[in-house]
């Protein structure tokens, strides 16, 4: 972090205008690198997707991130505010909003553009390899979207996914899920990549020590430094395979 420009190493607020609407985003990294579109989990835009934003920027050789703020605002601070957060989500929205953050890197400098999420953000990422023309690849943590939403046999950009062995939530995330998107990215015919981590549970990816206290007090005590390093080189490998320039 010491070494990096104050400019590249502080989010910056922007808003993107979306059909007659505006969002707020918040944009950090390198002008003119790659893009990578960070989609928040059930929570909102809070410090755990702007923690892994900062990260994925200062993934070698430079990426800029944006998050895009599905929620207009609000966040949740526990289970139940998430929970009704999410159900209140206009997916169809959330994909537009997606398609106009794509849209926004690639008018300020990012030749290409790849999308990536956590949780709800993963289900949203993956239907955004269906839905949204110019994504370059995706790489999705523990989420797959409804088939109302987007059918993976459809994908149109290289996915790679992630799944915890231990994920329990049926149809979306657990190791079923998981294996039953491999098949259909198998038949799309995109390059793909479905990873699963022995005895790692739903959103391994937060180390923060406030995400990880949330975690415990969701009932996740795995803590596994290993996978978690493992999956940040697969994203690593995956996004520098694909939006190199």
Not at 133 to 141: E, N, Q
């Amino acid at each position: 972090m010491a070494s990096d420009s104050a400019s590249s190493s502080t989010f910056k607020k922007i808003k993107i205008q979306r059909d007659d609407t505006t969002f707020d985003a918040y944009v950090i990294g390198k002008e003119d690198a790659p893009g990578l579109v960070v989609l928040q989990e059930w929570w909102g835009v809070d410090f755990e997707i702007k923690n892994h934003a900062q990260k994925i920027s200062q993934i070698e050789p430079g990426y800029k991130a944006l998050i895009p703020d599905l929620y207009r605002g609000k966040v949740g601070l526990d289970v139940a505010e998430a929970q009704h957060l999410m159900d209140g989500l206009d997916w169809q929205g959330a994909v537009k909003d997606i398609q106009a953050s794509v849209n926004w890197l690639k008018a300020n400098g990012s030749k290409k553009v790849g999308v990536t999420g956590y949780c709800m953000g993963g289900a949203l990422a993956i239907a955004s390899s269906v839905l949204v023309p110019g994504v370059d690849a995706v790489v999705a943590f523990y989420g797959v979207p409804s088939p109302e939403l987007a059918d993976p046999l459809h994908a149109k950009a290289p996915v790679q996914a992630h799944f915890g062995e231990l994920d329990n939530i049926v149809g979306f995330s657990d190791v079923k899920t998981g294996k039953a998107l491999e098949e259909k990215l198998k038949a799309s015919g995109v390059p793909h990549e479905v990873h699963i981590y022995p005895g790692a549970s739903h959103a391994f990816m937060n180390k923060s020590p406030e995400g990880v206290q949330r975690r415990k007090n969701m009932g996740l005590t795995d803590e596994d430094d290993v996978a978690v390093e493992l999956a940040w080189t697969h994203f690593r490998n995956w996004m520098n395979r694909f939006l190199s320039p």
